[in-house]
């Protein structure tokens, strides 16, 4: 995966053009990529449902889908 702008491959987030894979810098480069980032993210996290995943390079996922070892920061562990 590729950033759709600058070609990074780091920290990439699935908030660009369509979908399409995009780093924070290119994200945030004009106001107008802000503004197109913010509504994706926004759109993603709502399909997602009430308590998504945020922070890891697949964008917003309902948190029934993660992985039973996966940590997730803000959520009390299941032993404590
Ligand atoms: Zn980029």
Redesign the pocket.
């Known amino acids: 995966m590729k950033?759709c702008?600058?070609?990074?491959e780091n920290d990439l987030r699935p908030y660009g053009p369509k979908g399409s894979m995009?780093?924070f810098?290119?994200a945030m480069a004009t106001p107008e990529r802000e503004k197109e980032t913010g509504r994706n993210f926004g759109a993603q996290q709502e399909a997602a449902g009430p308590i998504a995943v945020i922070g890891t390079e697949v964008g917003p996922f309902p948190v029934e889908h993660l992985r039973p070892n996966a940590i997730v920061s803000g959520l009390p562990r299941a032993e404590d």
């Open positions: 950033c702008y600058c070609k990074t995009v780093c810098k290119c």
